[in-house]
């Protein structure tokens, strides 16, 4: 491809991306995500909401909260035995509390138990120290970076798959990091915009692109040219809608971003 047909590509996929942001945002309004009322908070719901529903974490979190014990000094104070009663309501809390006690050993262990010391650390660095953590993974470091140290780094994650997938907008197979870059290099490098369309994707995935497409369009058909609904045997959101797939006048031959 030229580099004049990269640059086309490239001003196709943030502009497929943007709309995509808009219309989200028009349906859903913004998210406000992620709530909580400290960055400790945030690292432990990031770790405390794998696997469960946010009900259950806000639960377990709670129960932190109540005895005093969500600070770096409370939660290293804890067994793991100890931490998973606490945590009980968010469910595979054994496995949970071993996660959350290797996170808070890591900060102890790297930082002295100062939070604002990792806040202060440089994204790279920062990242890979999360991810050498057992336990925490891409979409759990990310969320850290994102809503916890305030990095512009996009979250992927099962709903952002699915829903790009399910719209012929990308590859089955394709990993999380490339799905990531995706985002990054099309959208301008801004937190807020990468922390509030995580969020409308996740409300969307939630509300209509589940694991077994439901009844309701998602709100993105409405895009028109610049947004390619290319099946190929894929299964859309909306496909099982009375009115069916969206005009054949809204269809183009555009390849996945």
């Known amino acids: 491809m030229t580099e004049n047909g ?7 996929k943030s502009r497929i991306l943007l709309e995509m942001f808009e219309l989200l945002m028009a349906h859903f309004g913004p998210q406000d995500w992620w709530p909580a009322e400290s960055e400790l908070e945030m690292m432990v719901g990031a770790v405390l909401t794998q696997n469960t529903n946010w009900k259950n974490v806000e639960r377990a979190i709670e129960n932190l909260k109540k005895k005093g014990l969500l ?4 939660l290293f104070s804890l067994s793991v035995p100890e931490l998973a009663h606490e945590i009980r309501p968010a469910g595979y809390y054994r496995i949970k509390a071993g996660r959350v006690k290797n996170l808070i050993n890591f900060i102890v262990d790297r930082y002295g138990g100062e939070l604002p010391e990792l806040l202060k650390e440089e994204t790279d660095t920062l990242r890979e120290g999360l991810l050498s953590v057992k336990g925490v993974g891409p979409e759990t470091a990310d969320s850290i970076l994102l809503y916890g140290a ?3 780094v996009f979250v992927v994650d099962a709903y952002t798959h699915r829903i790009l997938i ?3 907008l990308t590859e089955e197979q394709i990993g999380y990091s ?3 870059v995706i985002f990054m290099d099309s959208l301008p490098e801004d ?6 369309f995580h ?3 996740v409300k969307a995935g939630k509300t209509y692109c589940r694991r077994k497409p439901p009844l309701q369009p998602l709100p993105i058909e409405a895009m028109g040219s610049n947004f390619a609904f290319l099946t190929r045997g894929r299964t859309p959101c909306f496909a099982a809608t009375p009115s069916g797939l969206l005009p054949e006048s809204c269809m183009n031959n555009l390849e996945p971003i």
């Open 71 to 74: 600070t770096v000094e409370g």
């Open 166 to 168: 399910r719209h012929g």
């Open 178 to 180: 490339e799905l990531q």
């Open 199 to 201: 969020a409308l994707i």
């Open 191 to 196: 937190r807020e915009l990468f922390g509030e």
């Open 6 to 12: 990269n640059t086309d590509a490239a001003s196709l």
């Open 150 to 152: 305030r990095r512009p």
